[in-house]
C-alpha cells in the first residue's frame, strides 16, 4: 500500500468510502454486515488505515455497521471519518446533538478527521451564518481532542468554494472535492485544486470513477490506453491519474464487493503517475466523452444581457450538461434548490432572444424547457 504524509501521520493512499457497502436485495438501507466485516478485515491486512462513512449513508445504518465492524480493531489502527449533514439545512441547528450521537453510532470517542459535509449553493448562506453555531462547536471538539482535523467536502461551483475558503479556511486542514480525469475541466475540478493550493490545503478526493462511469469507456478510448498501458486496466487509469497530482493525499473509493476492493487495492501497491502522453491522451479522451453529450455553452455571457427574466443562462446550462451526462443525480437539483423560482430554469419565457446573440448556436429556450421537465422527474 502507498501511503501519503499528512502532518504527522501517514495516511494509505486509497481510504474505504462507505457509502456504497454491499447491501442485501438491493435495498440501500439493508447493509449486508458480514460481507462488509470481511472487506474490512481484507482492507485492514493489506494496509488500507482511512475509513469513511457519513450520517446519511445507507439511510443512516453506514456509521453504525462500520462502528462495529472497525470496533473489532485496535482504535490506533486506524482512522475514521465522519461528518456534518449540513446537505439537510434541518439539521443547521442540531450540530451538538448530531455530533453527539455520531459518536456513539461509530462507537468512538474521537474521530480523527472531521468535515463540514457537501458545501454547496444550498447550504453555504447557512454554514457561513454564525448563529447555527457549527463552526465555533466543531472548533471546541477539535480543541477539547474529540476532533483531531476538521475540514470540510464540496460538490458546489469555485465560487462557493472560494466563500467557505474566505470565511474559514484558515482552520480548515484538509477538502474533499470530486475529482477525476472527466471533471478535471468539466466541473472545474483543476481549478478547485489550485485554488486549495492558494490556501495550502491538501486534498482527499471523492468520487475517483465517477460513480463506476469511468470503469468502462467505449472501445476507441479502451485501445488508446491499452497501447500506451497494455498491463493497466481501465479503471487503474482513473486512480493513475490521481497519482500524478502531488497535493492529493488520499484517494476515496466507494467499493460494493471484494472483487472491487482487490482490484483497487491491487492497484495501490505501486505509485504509477502518468507521464504526459498518457496524461495528454486520457484527457482527450475526456474532452471526447464530454463533446458527445453536452450542449457547447463557453460561457461568453452574450445570452445573459438579452434575456428579459435575467437569468444567469451560462450556470444553468452548466448545471444541465452535468444532470443530462450524468443521467440525474444530486448536484443539478441542490444547486437549483438554492434560486428563488423567477431564477430557475422554469422561468424561461421562450422568447429566444438569448439564441439571437448566442455564437454556438444553441436552442436554451429547448434546453432550459428541458431541464424544467427533467427537475420534475
Known sequence: MIYKDFQDVKLSALGMGCMRLPVIDGDDAKIDEEKTKEMVAYAMEHGVNYYDTAWGYHNGNSELVMGRALAQYPRES??????????????????????????????????????????????????????????????????????????????????????????????????????????????????????????????????????????????????????????????????????????VKVTLSGMSNEEQLKENIATFEEDRPLNREEMDTLLGIADEMVKKNVLPCTACHYCVSHCPQGLDIPWLLELYNEHCFTKGGFIAPMALSSLPEDKKPSACVGCRSCEAVCPQQIRISEAMADFTEKMKG
Request: hydrophobic share 35%; net charge negative; proline share 4%.
Open 78 to 247: 486506524f482512522y475514521l471519518a465522519d461528518k456534518f449533514p449540513g446537505y439537510d439545512l434541518s439539521n443547521m441547528d442540531k450540530v451538538e446533538e448530531i455530533f453527539e450521537e455520531q459518536l456513539k453510532k461509530c462507537r468512538t470517542d474521537y474521530f480523527d478527521f472531521y468535515l463540514f459535509h457537501n458545501v454547496c449553493e444550498l447550504n453555504i448562506d447557512d454554514y457561513l451564518d454564525e448563529s447555527h453555531g457549527i463552526h465555533a462547536y466543531l472548533m471546541e471538539q477539535k480543541k477539547n481532542g474529540r476532533i483531531r482535523h476538521l475540514g470540510f467536502s464540496g460538490h458546489g461551483s469555485y465560487d462557493v468554494l472560494k466563500r467557505f475558503l474566505e470565511a474559514y479556511g484558515k482552520d480548515m486542514e484538509f477538502c474533499q472535492i470530486q475529482l477525476n480525469f472527466l471533471d478535471w475541466s468539466f466541473q472545474d475540478a483543476k481549478g478547485k485544486l489550485e485554488l486549495l493550493k492558494e490556501y495550502g490545503i491538501p486534498v482527499w478526493v471523492m468520487e475517483p470513477l465517477r460513480g463506476g462511469s469511468l470503469a468502462k469507456l467505449d472501445s476507441g478510448a479502451e485501445e488508446k490506453l491499452k497501447a500506451l498501458r497494455p498491463d493497466e486496466g481501465i479503471p487503474a487509469w482513473a486512480f493513475r491519474f490521481l497519482q500524478t497530482i502531488p497535493e
